[in-house]
């Protein structure tokens, strides 16, 4: 087949599959396969070899609980003793004020564990609650001045280990990641109200 003629196919399929993607995107991902069919990746052996989305699932579920065993030392360093505790203190400081369902919702958790991570961190004089200006029957968090120092110290030393894990990466292959795993995420994550306590779907 021509090149050109070929390519153009390549295009036509990666345009179909990913259709905000842009050319740097289709360039990149090029690149990917080319690299996969140069060096099988050792994570693929094993008893069975895993289908891809069975491997990309189990993957970024041991990076994840990585990601948090590293952390757990700096947080304590910081004065927490939570993760969970470091994600809504971060986000309480990003949102401005959210309400409690708000800031639970965005890390889907339920609504009990995550009242139970509020409270610790207005134990701490961390998070104080109040009055909606706009709703008086509602209330809204917000952060004090030790939990935006707390939040500050904690936000530093996990960028500096973020780049530990990452460093090494390319920064295109690290924008590849983030523009293929979002829909994914987004989708999952306005599903996931709607599935909760349900039985999953087949897709």
């Known amino acids: 087949m021509n090149k050109t003629a070929e390519?153009?196919?390549?295009?036509?399929e990666f345009e179909e599959s990913h259709p905000s993607a842009e050319l740097e995107d289709f360039c990149l991902s090029l690149l990917v396969k080319k690299r996969l069919l140069n060096k099988d990746s050792e994570f693929m052996h094993g008893a069975g070899r895993p289908d891809l989305h069975s491997l990309i699932?189990?993957?970024t579920g041991r990076i994840a609980k990585l990601h948090i065993a590293y952390a757990m030392p700096i947080l304590k360093k910081?004065?927490?003793?939570?993760f969970e505790d470091f994600l809504f203190l971060d986000a309480i400081y990003k949102l401005k004020e959210p309400r409690k369902t708000e800031l639970i919702n965005l890390h889907l958790?339920?609504?009990?564990?995550?009242?139970?991570?509020?409270?610790?961190?207005?134990k701490m004089g961390l998070v104080?609650?109040?009055?909606?200006k706009e709703d008086k029957r509602s209330k809204r968090?917000?952060?004090?001045?030790?939990?935006?120092e707390v939040s500050a110290k904690c936000y530093h030393?996990?960028?500096?280990m973020n780049k530990m894990f990452f460093g090494s990466m390319p920064g295109e292959d690290l924008h590849l990641c983030i523009r293929f795993m979002t829909p994914v995420e987004q989708k999952f994550a306005q599903l996931w109200l709607m599935h909760k306590g349900k039985s999953v779907p087949r897709s």
């Open 7 to 12: 390519l153009v196919r390549l295009w036509a």
């Open 57 to 59: 699932a189990k993957m």
């Open 78 to 82: 910081c004065g927490l003793n939570n």
């Open 109 to 122: 958790m339920e609504l009990s564990s995550g009242l139970l991570v509020i409270d610790r961190l207005q």
């Open 128 to 132: 104080v609650e109040e009055h909606d």
């Open 141 to 148: 968090l917000k952060i004090t001045k030790k939990g935006r």
């Open 157 to 160: 030393r996990m960028t500096e």
